[in-house]
């Protein structure tokens, strides 16, 4: 994986380099907005590591250039806690934000969880629903909602997955509890319910009024988007 890192200061760059490297990252390094932005065309890199405030151009002006033409990730970094300038560089699309001093420790395992995730979301074997905003990765067994992760139980995600892979059958208990092999229930098959009243509480705006996962009265379940 190749890490640009842009920092004005030498001794910040070489120490974030010393990190990566002990990590098996290339590491490609700039000292200036410009420079950087020349870097990021030749080396086109898995992941950018991005200080705010550079000598010549900002590095939100660099982030706005790079985001014209690329989703590579950014973590930005920034000397002054200011919520305004972290504010307006997560809505130019970057991804997280560290601020100095930092631990490089902690940089690297933000690095590593961003590209991860968007290991995941790039993965083509996918269910995806509502134009994308909920996300099923049957191999990982992984959910996102709006691009967060959420902390599916097993049983949950299997429910799901049924429901997802088959948006036009509506499932009795019955059969979800047979999708769902090794289900504990206390056999009533209506303890399917209480996984379904949990599973909303994860993914729906407002369990109450259900938008994924709709009862069909007297029948059992169905899924509520269309792929």
Do not use: W
């Not at 992941?47 to 000598?55: E, K, Q, R, Y």
């Not at 100095?100 to 690297?108: A, N, R, Y």
């Amino acid at each position: 994986m190749k890490i640009l890192i842009v920092d004005d200061e030498a001794k910040i760059l070489e120490i974030i380099d010393a990190y990566l490297v002990a990590n098996k990252f290339s590491v490609f390094k700039a000292l200036n907005g410009s420079t950087a932005l020349e870097k990021f065309e030749k080396v086109n890199p898995d992941l950018i590591v991005l200080d705010l405030m550079l000598p010549d151009t900002d590095g939100l002006t660099v982030c706005r250039k790079i985001r014209e033409s690329s989703n590579v990730p950014i973590i930005m970094l920034t000397a002054k806690s200011d919520e305004e300038d972290i504010l307006t560089g997560l809505k130019l699309g970057a991804d997280d934000y560290m601020v100095k001093p930092f631990s490089p420790k902690e940089l690297v395992a933000r690095i590593q969880t961003v590209l991860r995730r968007t290991e995941t979301l790039a993965n083509p074997n996918k269910l995806s629903a509502n134009n994308g905003k909920l996300l099923i990765y049957p191999e990982s067994r992984q959910v996102f909602l709006h691009q967060i992760e959420l902390n599916l139980t097993t049983t949950e995600f299997d429910i799901l997955h049924a429901l997802v892979s088959t948006p036009n059958k509506v499932f009795s208990r019955g059969d979800l509890i047979e999708k769902v092999k090794g289900i504990e229930f206390d056999g009533l098959d209506r303890s399917i319910d209480s996984h379904i009243k949990n599973l909303r509480h994860k993914i729906e705006a407002d369990p109450k009024s259900p938008n994924y996962i709709l009862t069909v009265h007297g029948t059992g379940y169905r899924f509520g988007y269309l792929q």
